[in-house]
Structures are given as C-alpha cells and as structure tokens.
C-alpha cells in the first residue's frame, strides 16, 4: 500500500531536550511538509521541502529543524528552543497541483 | 496572512440532512481545496477545485468557487453519521506552487 507513515504516534519530550519525529513515504512524490496543530486550531506550516536536498521555512519554522538527504524521508526535530512544543504535528506529502496525502500524525507533549 | 476563515465555527444537523460550510481568503488562488479530519487522526483530501472552475462534485459533496467575492462553500448532501468530523479549507495561493495555507475548520456534528 502506497502511503505516508509518521512514528512515533504519541512523545513526550522533557524540559531542554530535542526530538526527532519521523516521517516516510512511498508514495514517490517530491514535495513533503511539516503542519502543527494546537487544539481547535487549523494547521500552521513549519516547513516544507519540494525536492531532495533542498527546504524552505514555512511560518512557524523558530525551534524546528529538518533535513532532505531522501526522498522518501522528511524528519522534523523540535530544538529546545521551541518554547511551547506540545501539539499535534502532521507530515504530508504531494506532487505538482494535487491534494496533499497526510500521515496519521504525531501527538508531542511536553512533561 | 492568506489564510481562509471557515464559517461556521461548529455545526450540528440531524442525519439526512445537509451540511452547508463557507471558506473566505484574502488574495488570488491558483487553486482551494478541502479536507475532514476525524478527531486525532490526519488530514484526507476531499476536493480540489482550480481557480477557472466554479464548481465540482464528488459523491455527496458539491463544493462552488467565487472568485470574485473570494469564498468557497462545501456542501455535504444527506448527512450520515459517519460525516461527523471537522472541515478545513486550504488554499494555493503561491508562486511556489502547492503550498497550503489552512483555515481554522469548521466541526460538523451529524446526530443520529
């Protein structure tokens, strides 16, 4: 099955301490992106990659950073410097001018 | 920010009927899309119409284009049950090309 998988489903990150989350996909598509989503709230972009290689900050990219050595992988990692990182993180992935395909997302707190 | 606003905020309706929810964005578009989301879960696309098109259907859904009063609206035909979830527009709006901005949602009860 073609599809995009993020892991770990729930994290708990302490005071301090950076986390990486994962996402993959197998779908062959060249763009990939990295949503947050707080409670009640639509999602606000962190970052985006349209080919390997290469990224763009999105609008809240301050404590998050990412890397595209594949295609087919995208991880997002939450520094100690992101202040207030707890929320629901969703990766998607697409290719030219069509829907985006979404992973089942990663709940992160912060304990 | 470009970003749509979805009204209503919340809806409830009663099985069978129809569930009517509006997006508003602020500049051009090369394209508006929109997607459910059950609680906790990811995002699934369910419609993307282009900037020249003003309206498409899919299944039970109907979803119009006004490109010039810069709204869209989703229309949910004979609302089930399993329709409860929350609606969000997005929009393409970038030379970039496919990256979305998204609203807040609009959260659909459909009761029993």
């Known amino acids: 099955d073609g599809g995009i998988t993020q892991s770990p489903k729930y994290l708990f990150r302490k005071e301090g301490q950076n986390v990486t989350l994962s996402c993959e996909q197998n779908l062959n598509h060249d763009a990939m992106y990295w949503y947050r989503q707080d409670p009640g709230q639509g999602l606000r972009l962190i970052y985006y990659?349209?080919?390997?290689?290469?990224?763009q900050k999105g609008d809240i990219a301050e404590g998050y950073s990412v890397s595209r050595e594949k295609k087919e992988s995208f991880p997002l990692t939450v520094t100690s410097a992101q202040k207030n990182p707890t929320a629901f993180y969703l990766c998607?992935?697409?290719?030219?001018?069509?829907?985006?395909?979404f992973g089942s997302g990663t709940r992160l707190t912060v304990v | 920010s470009q970003q749509g606003e979805e009204d209503p905020q919340a809806l409830s309706i009663q099985e069978g009927e129809n569930a009517t929810m509006n997006c508003s964005y602020k500049?051009?578009?090369?394209?508006l899309q929109w997607y459910r989301q059950n609680s906790g879960r990811g995002l699934v696309h369910l419609i993307l119409i282009r900037s020249n098109e003003r309206e498409k259907h899919s299944g039970r859904l109907r979803v119009t284009l006004d490109t010039s009063k810069k709204s869209s609206s989703l229309l949910i035909t004979a609302s089930r049950a399993a329709d409860t979830a929350s609606y969000f527009c997005a929009t393409d709006w970038g030379a970039a090309g496919n990256k979305l901005t998204f609203g807040g949602g609009t959260r659909v009860l459909v009761k029993p």
């Open positions: 500049t051009s578009i090369n394209n």
């Open positions: 990659s349209q080919i390997v290689n290469d990224f």
């Open positions: 998607a992935s697409s290719t030219a001018s069509y829907g985006y395909t």
